[in-house]
């Protein structure tokens, strides 16, 4: 049952991307949450990850998240869980920029009042740029 709750968790927030609605979004983290993009930028706290989440949000005219595959591991007694989960975006910039992010998060979950939440998701960009593929990829081999 907890395999299908954090499913449905990561489908919330890829589906509340998609749709830009900050409302469900939001409701994806736990309050004391941390949101780890890469290159330093740390946020912590529901309120200040979704004021992040907003601002950047705002540079685009559209993005579609999809969910690719994933794993996640729950202690159903302790209430929290790990898990791994692949995503593809395209996006539309605000300034008509359009591109692919190709990445995966490293999740850590948490139970609170019965419904699974995200205590903290760090973003591993594997490659951002142009949809050709013409961008370098951070996780090349040679």
Known sequence: ???????????QYAD???HRNPDQWAAT???DAVWELGKGRRVE??????ELW????????????????GTATTDDSAGTGT????????WHRANDERGILLAYYDDTYIRVDGQWLFASRELTIQY??????????????A
């Open 83 to 90: 898990g791994r989960w692949y995503v593809h975006e395209h």
């Open 29 to 31: 983290w736990a309050a």
């Open 128 to 141: 951002g740029g142009p949809p050709d593929l013409s961008g370098m990829f951070q996780n090349a081999w």
């Open 16 to 18: 509340a991307v998609v």
């Open 54 to 69: 907003n601002s950047a949000m705002d540079g685009f005219k559209a993005v579609v998240q999809n969910v690719v595959n």
């Open 1 to 11: 049952m907890s395999r299908d709750a954090i499913n449905d968790l990561v489908h």
């Open 45 to 50: 706290g529901q309120d200040a990850i979704l």
